[in-house]
């Protein structure tokens, strides 16, 4: 008896041998001692490997920190974390495309050796895996650029021809100084940074090494660097989405999508015992609604969503008042609203994710930052378009959101809002390490890239295969 218990046994861990050898499924621990399997380990945010070393170059600060104080537009010191001016307060509206500011602020920032850092500045770029650009672009736009002419115009679309792309007038060409430049015109200010920017990547031996595929740009202004962002396109760019993109020039395979800053002062204290029926607003939304492309639609919710007792829909600018307000009105409602803006995102999304406001997406294109890491659907409502124009249809469906399901997107908001803050010194994933760590992990095709570009004696056949 005991010799036929010990054949069966015996053939029966042959079969669950060759069964493991075959299809590669079975786990001998799970049927013999699974007390000592090791227990489901919940997906961690926490940095993996050492931090990826970044050399940062060495540009005047008329390209990033002059442009925050003409003062110093000049100045001759080199930005060290010690003479880093802050981010002004009162910056307002501008705050959103800051993400260039707090990227070159992290890389400035020594530490004190107890942080988990995503990325740290090495003075040999010779070590180097990648090269950052701190080149405000965005706060170029927004402080010179404005004044320029809408990009479908036809003086627009010359300076952007690729025959002449440097098109500059006369007059700026001659002028020498800042002061001069912007006595004479604001617009060509933007344009001749860019001109001198490129000029100075291409004499770079680093750039023409990787042919700029390992270089770091931050682009988060829909319309920053426009009119020669074509020339970057190897680049790794920071952007908030691909609105004003082709898909020639960026894309998810090769770009960090990243996060607008926050405008409304963050929620630090939202610790209601009921938080569902403290906030009183079923849906907010408070902004422009007069935007283009996508951005239509918010004219068109406006008249569906009228006449609604527990919906607020105003239109408003950005003001200093009308911020604070918008910041008590998001904390005071259960869902926010999130249309398109000229581009498929906008900055309300993370006004609301801060304020622990369940954010109601509305936008068929939009790209989300870090979603390889983070889940959306676990604290956010998408609509598509269609479903969002229906007479009745959004704000029934968050009438009849279930109470407990809104409570849980509501602690996971709380969750992972920190996600979300950029500030110096940067803080354990918060934004701006999160975006290092989402560039540490483009390295890869950009290094592929980059080799194969070494050994090819013709054209890329890849890139013109149908």
């Known amino acids: 008896m005991y010799g036929k218990a010990a054949i069966c046994l015996s053939f029966v861990i042959l079969f669950l041998i060759s069964c493991s050898i075959y299809v590669g499924t079975v786990d001998l621990r799970s049927y013999f001692f699974p007390l000592l ?35 110093s537009f000049e100045g001759p010191a080199p930005v060290t974390a010690d003479n880093l001016p802050p981010w002004p307060s009162n910056s307002g509206i501008k705050k959103q495309h800051s993400v260039e500011y707090w990227l070159m602020a992290s890389l400035l920032y020594g530490g004190n050796g107890n942080e988990d850092r995503e990325a740290v500045r090495v003075s040999d770029p010779e070590s180097a895996e990648a090269f950052f650009v701190p080149f405000f672009s965005s706060l170029s736009f927004n402080t010179h650029g404005h004044n320029m002419t809408d990009p479908e115009t036809e003086v627009d679309r010359r300076l952007q021809r690729k025959e002449n792309p440097y098109m500059l007038p006369d007059i700026i060409l001659k002028s020498v100084s800042f002061l001069e430049l912007t006595s004479i015109d604001y617009s060509g200010i933007d344009l001749l940074f860019q001109v001198e920017l490129l000029e100075f990547l291409q004499k770079s031996k680093y750039y023409q ?25 190897a680049s790794i760019l920071i952007v908030v989405d691909f609105g004003r993109y082709p898909k020639t020039m960026s894309s998810l395979s090769k770009d960090v999508v990243a996060p607008y800053v926050h405008v409304v002062d963050s929620f630090t204290n939202d610790d209601a015992l009921d938080p569902y029926e403290s906030r009183t607003t079923l849906l907010f939304f408070r902004g422009n609604t007069v935007r283009k492309d996508q951005g239509k639609i918010r004219i068109k919710l406006a008249k569906i969503l009228s006449g609604s007792d527990d919906v607020h829909y105003e239109k408003s600018v950005a003001t200093p008042k009308n911020i604070i307000m918008s910041t008590e009105g998001m904390r005071s409602s259960k869902f926010c609203l999130h249309p398109a803006g000229d581009t498929p995102s906008s900055c309300r999304l993370f006004d609301a994710i801060v304020s622990h406001c369940v954010p109601v997406i509305v936008s068929d294109k939009i790209e989300l930052p870090y979603e390889d890491e983070i889940d959306y659907s676990e604290f956010s409502i998408f609509f598509s378009m269609k479903e969002a124009l229906e007479p009745g249809y959004l704000v029934n469906q968050l009438r009849q959101f279930p109470k407990d399901r809104w409570v849980e997107m509501w602690k996971q908001l709380k969750n992972i809002s920190h996600h979300f803050e950029f500030q110096y010194p940067p803080k354990k994933e918060d934004g701006v390490n999160m975006l290092w760590r989402q560039v540490k992990r483009k390295l890869p095709r950009a290094q592929l890239a980059i080799h194969r570009s070494r050994r090819l004696k013709v054209p890329d056949w890849w890139q013109r295969r149908r």
Do not use: W
């Open 37 to 71: 399997q090791s227990p489901q380990v919940p997906r961690s945010l926490c940095a993996s490997g050492p931090p990826l070393r970044v050399y940062m170059y060495d540009l005047p600060r008329k390209f990033h920190v002059g442009m925050m104080d003409r003062r």
């Open 209 to 233: 090494i990787s042919g700029g595929r390992d270089h770091v740009i931050p682009m988060t202004h829909p319309n920053a660097f426009r009119f020669l962002r074509q020339e970057l396109n």
